[in-house]
Nanobody, 115 residues
């Protein structure tokens, strides 16, 4: 059974930085990884995605500010978030898309950007 655990969330002032981590277990980690976020009252949207080979995708609002990376040996994915804005406030989830076609989600970690 695939299990994902996120960490690294917290509260930060605008312009600050945070680094989220997500560790997977129960999988050989060949699939794509992604970070999503969900603000109160809004749908869950993709923030960034990375394939096993390192190809990346970013939603427009985080380009040039966020960096997604992965360490296949550690079965981990990271999201470096820089120049944070209040509109980045949300619960951040990591998702693993297995080659079988199944998707697995972590429990989420809160990120709050406020002065």
């Amino acid at each position: 059974q695939v299990h994902l655990v996120e960490s690294g969330g917290g509260s930060v002032q605008p312009g600050g930085s945070l680094r989220l981590s997500c560790v997977a277990s129960g999988t050989i980690f060949f699939g794509a990884m992604a970070w999503y976020r969900q603000a109160p009252g809004k749908q869950r949207d993709v923030v960034a995605r990375i394939t096993k080979g390192g190809d990346t995708y970013y939603t427009d609002s985080v380009k040039a500010r966020f960096i997604i990376s992965r360490d296949n040996a550690k079965k981990s994915v990271y999201l470096q978030m820089n120049t944070l804005k209040p509109e980045d406030t949300a619960v951040y989830f990591c998702k693993y898309s297995a080659v079988s076609g199944n998707d697995y989600w972590g429990q989420g970690t809160q990120v709050t950007v406020s002065s």
